[in-house]
């Protein structure tokens, strides 16, 4: 068992999973498992607290107890638990004053790509919204390869963000508002499936935890945290999007909009924000990137990998390529990635090694080096 993960979870429970009071006791502790070495004398670490808090915070009996269930509900379905602590754990999100201590992800993806874009919007699009999301990841997808797709996997434009980001091969995550032992809405269940095995299912809730509606509130500081920019396709005047945008604007982080037609119910949002200069408009996926500055495929990303690793192979450089965008992969997935074949591949892997261009981990993952 995982300690700090053990203990983690543990802390949600114990703060009654209040997120801005389970950071608080994680940072100025260090951690969980400091935290609860530490239960009794709270009042020494921190002399702010309340001596109600004081008082609550010693007996861990039940928690720990819940914990344990989870840490092995975890471990059956595949589910890793991932702590402020955990490389994993998503970088950008980690330093947002409201960052949930754990989650619980199952997934193929790597939550710190080199981009990340949540694409967010009504439940209730219209089919220019669904030609909008089509056309902008297929366009994106051409130009910059390296994005994860973050979204909520709900009606509307969520799931058509997640489908086209998949349909167009790129890896999508979808952040929920509920525990991983069930999927809301449950038409999605195919698509949320076959997300984990390319992208994943993120949430900060334990098993048996229903989709209530403050949870999906809450799910959008996530989706908006992790994320390096924000798109908005078709909103009604209020809406989750527009809850997304503003938590997105509070973290410091590009938002962006599509323009609609005037008066129609589903365009006003994104028109609002627009106007009131809280998004930038954006037409097309040219228009992002030029905002947004992303590298884009092609002379420009060989050029870099041939003045790093001048001496390599086109395969070596296949591989050296993938792992630039995604570090530390099994090599199954790497063989799937580049469609070499596994005994090929362990030979390049071993000269790549020679060469001091990527050292193996444990569990056959392999990690490139900084040159």
């Not at 993120?202 to 935890?209: G, P």
Request: with cysteine; net charge negative.
């Amino acid at each position: 068992m995982n300690d700090e993960q053990y203990y983690a979870i543990a802390l949600t429970r114990m703060t009654g999973f209040n997120a801005a009071m389970a950071l608080q006791l994680y940072r100025t502790l260090g951690s969980a498992q400091a935290v609860y070495e530490h239960r009794g004398e709270l009042g020494d670490a921190m002399p702010d607290a309340a001596p109600r808090l004081r008082e609550s915070m010693k007996n861990w009996d039940e928690a720990l107890r819940r914990a344990a269930a989870e840490m092995e509900f975890a471990s059956k379905g595949g589910i890793r638990p991932l702590t402020l602590n955990d490389e994993a754990y998503p970088e950008r999100l980690r330093h947002c004053p409201d960052a949930p201590v754990v989650l619980y992800y199952r997934g193929t993806a790597q939550l710190n790509q080199r981009y990340v874009l949540d694409i967010v919007g009504t439940r209730h699009c219209t089919n220019y919204g669904q030609d909008l999301v089509r056309r902008f990841l297929q366009d994106l997808r051409q130009q910059c390869p390296q994005v994860l797709v973050v979204s909520g996997l709900a009606y509307g434009i969520d799931i058509c963000a997640h489908r086209n980001a998949m349909e167009q091969g790129y890896e999508t995550v979808g952040v929920l508002a509920h525990g991983l032992d069930q999927i809301y809405p449950y038409r999605h269940r195919d698509d949320a499936v076959r997300m984990v095995r390319q992208g994943g299912l993120l949430t900060e809730y334990m098993s048996q935890t229903e989709a209530l509606p403050n949870n999906f509130r809450q799910r959008n500081r996530i989706v908006a945290g992790m994320s390096d920019a924000t798109i908005l396709v078709e909103s009604a005047i209020k809406g989750g999007g527009l809850i997304t945008c503003r938590i997105a604007q509070e973290y410091g982080r590009d938002v962006f909009a599509f323009p609609g037609a005037v008066g129609m119910p589903y365009s006003e949002g994104c028109n609002k924000l627009i106007r009131n200069n809280t998004a930038a408009l954006i037409t097309s996926a040219q228009d992002f990137l030029e905002a947004v500055g992303w590298q884009t495929a092609g002379s420009q990303q060989q050029a870099v990998e041939r003045q790093l690793f001048p001496d390599l192979s086109p395969e070596e450089q296949q591989i050296v390529g993938l792992l630039q965008q995604t570090n530390d992969l099994q090599l199954n997935v790497i063989s799937v990635k580049t469609n070499i074949p596994i005994g090929q591949l362990t030979a390049l892997l071993f000269q790549l090694e020679v060469k001091g261009v990527v050292r193996p981990l444990a569990g056959g993952t392999y990690h490139l080096l900084a040159h």
